[in-house]
């Protein structure tokens, strides 16, 4: 295959990350900026994260070949309305920044941030993903193109297993307890101490009047891991029932795509894997008693470059 | 008594509404307004609407008594902070009136939206409020004046049996089964046929992207109770679970505060007690299992009149 670059593109929610890659899936420069989640910040801020990390990936690449590829991993893109939409400014970021192109059709891919964490993860487009961060969500492919989806939906629709969901189920178990409607618990006093209040109910001042949102109580979930592994009953069930819930779904992802006998991967990805203490152990058992053929491993790769190999392979198929 | 007018004023999240009564529990006058839940609309705005409705029920009164007492019930107060900041809110307001006013030290009444719901509810303050809205929460008091409080942590931390739990419970019992972890539900037809969608997952759309709030996604409650009375499985669950958790905690506010043969009477306010199927039924029975001879009533007066009703009492003990 001749010399060829491509961009690699991984918008999120807090930060936009790209890379310039080779055909040897090099990198030759990468960049990164603010969040692009365009439903969220708006087109025109997603707009100028986007640009400004794909330039400086250019910049620091010190390369002169023409971009052959792109492809763009965004978080929420999934429906089909909003292809069009990403696919417009994309087209418009690559018109305005000063770089050579020879983009042939369909060498432009846009996709969620699941398949780019995938493809990253593992090195190729086969396997699943088991993503668990502030949200959560499981996806995998299988050899024949088929995909699945489970979980996703938000922090307020779903998302179990979640930062999130073990953050706010432990707050929910805690002032629980505080009224009497739930077992005594050192959540309580762990959460008020974390946080310098003098009491738990001042626990309502700090999500709903400081405009907390998602992430903020995402990050109180290794309070609860914490609570579990000292010995607290309360949190100790919490913490299962996160495991257990993102068991289910990647069970649900491993049944619907690979059969009994195929081996494949399961790389686990986002903060909740590695903060919960005594968490990816339970995860793997449980994986492995019903598809002893499974791997669960870390990502080989971050999904940025995910995004690189995909390019790269679209461009590939064109040659 | 001489002849007396007192101000009550009940302060939610959505409206404001004020009544002038006189000493024979009369209202003389009232007055409606926009919202003052001044932790979500700011004090300015929370200041116009006390002070619109209260100007309000004392001009459509023809009274000329000044005012000796004035009680004011808002959504949200409790904690020890929050009355300085209401008591310079409401001292402001009457001085900004041009009403007559005879107040005396203690003629003024800041308390919780639950307490003056309680004595409206009741016509006293002995007994106990089971609030089940887009919130929940169950408050109670006993002829020793003691008080305590069960849930009320707002819709992301608590609020259980409340009409934003059952609905987003509803919600996200059609996603997982959508996904494939739940059982079949007609819950996804339902929803999806109510908000117009041609395929469940645009929920995700409807629910963050419009920027729906707590209310929004409450008023889905029904759907949830109309498919449990069709006989839905997984709705059922879910309703049978909402009456379980008020029974709870209004168990728990009855052991608290009332001696086994004690009577008292619990107040069901809210829209989940007459919106929902084959539900307060249900919660009486579940209370009278344990506690006999409690009375499960409707509400005698609204909140507002409860508020007056505080207010009376205040001039009342002075004079």
Redesign the interface.
């Known amino acids: 295959m001749k010399q060829v670059n491509v961009l690699g593109i991984d918008g999120g929610g807090t930060k936009t990350e790209a890379v310039l890659m080779d055909e040897n899936y090099q990198i030759l420069g990468s960049g990164k900026s603010g969040p692009s989640n365009y ?1 969220s910040v708006g087109i025109e801020v997603a707009k100028n994260s986007i640009q400004t990390a794909i330039s400086q990936a250019v910049t620091n690449s010190n390369s002169h070949q023409p971009i052959s590829g792109i492809c763009l991993g965004l978080a929420g893109v ?2 089909p309305e909003d292809f069009p939409v990403v696919e417009n400014l994309l087209q418009e970021i690559i018109t305005n920044i000063p770089i050579k192109r020879a983009l042939q059709p369909n060498t432009i891919i846009i996709c969620s941030d699941s398949n780019i964490a995938l493809v990253g993860g593992i090195g190729y487009s086969i396997g699943i993903v088991a993503m668990a961060g502030t949200g959560s969500q499981v996806f995998g492919q299988n050899s024949q193109g088929l995909t699945k ?3 996703g ?2 922090y ?3 998302d179990e297993g979640s930062g999130y969901n073990i953050a ?1 189920k432990g ?2 178990a805690a ?2 307890s505080y ?3 739930e077992s005594p618990t050192t959540l309580i006093t762990d959460f008020q101490r974390h946080l310098g209040l003098t009491n738990i ?5 700090v ?3 400081r405009g907390w949102g998602a992430t903020e ?1 995402a990050a109180l979930a290794p309070i609860v891991s914490v609570a579990a592994d000292k010995g607290d009953k309360v949190a100790k069930k919490i913490i299962q029932g996160a495991v257990k819930e993102l068991s ?2 990647t069970k ?1 992802v491993i049944s ?1 795509l690979f059969q009994p006998h195929e081996s494949f991967e399961v790389v686990t990805i986002g903060s909740v894997w590695n903060s919960m203490i005594d968490f990816r152990g339970r995860f793997e058992d449980s994986i492995l008693a019903i598809a002893p053929t499974a791997r669960v491993i870390w990502p080989r790769h971050q999904p940025v470059y995910g995004a690189g190999i995909l390019a790269l392979k679209a461009v590939k198929v064109k040659s």
């Open positions: 439903q999934g429906r989806r489970v979980g939906w938000g307020l629709l779903g706010i707050l929910q002032l629980k009224d009497g409607r109910e001042g626990i309502v001042e999500v709903y009047r109580i289910i779904a649900i619907t």
